[in-house]
């Protein structure tokens, strides 16, 4: 089977125009707020040192990162849970057989959040260790587990290890195209949120910087990182939706 990769893109924006106020909502409560708590609250963490076979400063990085978790560790633990909450709603509206409202999702959502929060960790683990080595190679297992979010509702109950595995049955043969399209969304959530992040960086310590300022910008690169992960989660279903049913 050849993938249309422009249908699935246009089935993903065709949902967010229909579903608009319901990603508003849903969205907005359970995704953008916690991101921009998290660009308000959370200072961004140590850079990767330049060389990698310096041992001196790789040493000072594995420091300055380890500080830096113990400063924010509980805080985005708590916002990242409320995140991963908000997108297993979103999998339960969109690819639940039973089409539940939404407070019926919100209800489903909170048995399944701790099998949802293993199966998350069991892909962000290898994804952004794979990605931060090599940034094709985390593409590519990303492209290849882009279905395991809404097959893991539609298909319940599953393990993650049977997710796993049904993921990559149904990705077999597409990896080179699913590589990226998995760019799309991440990119694009990231480029969203640069021009705030440049402009706070610019600005930090500077005189006309100030509360208010500070906090429109946090609220940009919030509002840039949300509509990244909303255009995965559509992106995702629309994908599974295609690869299940053969079309």
């Known amino acids: 089977m050849t993938l249309n990769v422009a249908s699935v893109l246009s089935d993903a924006w065709a949902m967010a125009k229909r579903d608009r106020e319901l990603l508003i909502g849903v969205g907005g409560g359970l995704i953008l707020v916690p991101e921009i708590a998290q660009a308000m609250f959370v200072t961004a963490p140590p850079p990767l040192p330049a060389s990698g076979s310096d041992t001196v400063a790789l040493q000072a990085w594995i420091e300055a990162v380890t500080i830096w978790s113990r400063q924010n560790d509980l805080l985005l633990l708590g916002l990242s849970l409320v995140s991963v909450f908000g997108a297993l709603v979103l999998f339960l509206l969109y690819a639940d057989r ?3 409202h939404v407070a019926s999702a919100l209800s489903s959502a909170i048995g399944l959040l701790p099998r949802y929060v293993l199966l998350a960790l069991s892909v962000t683990f290898p994804v952004n260790i794979a990605t931060l080595l090599l940034l094709i190679p985390g593409l590519y297992l990303k492209g290849r587990l882009m279905p395991i979010g809404p097959l893991f509702v539609a298909e319940r109950p599953i393990g993650v290890v049977a997710a796993w595995r049904r993921s990559f049955a149904l990705t077999r043969g597409h990896g080179l195209v699913l590589l990226a399209l998995a760019a799309v969304p991440l990119l694009g959530g990231d480029l969203l949120a ?5 402009l706070g960086t610019a600005m930090d310590g500077a005189p ?4 208010i300022v500070a906090a429109l910008l946090d609220i940009g690169v919030g509002l840039g990182r949300t509509l990244g992960v909303i255009a995965a989660i559509l992106i995702e279903v629309a994908l599974y939706r295609r690869l299940s049913s053969g079309t």
């Open 194 to 198: 640069m021009p705030f992040q440049m």
């Open 98 to 100: 039973d089409r539940p």
């Open 208 to 211: 006309m910087a100030n509360p």
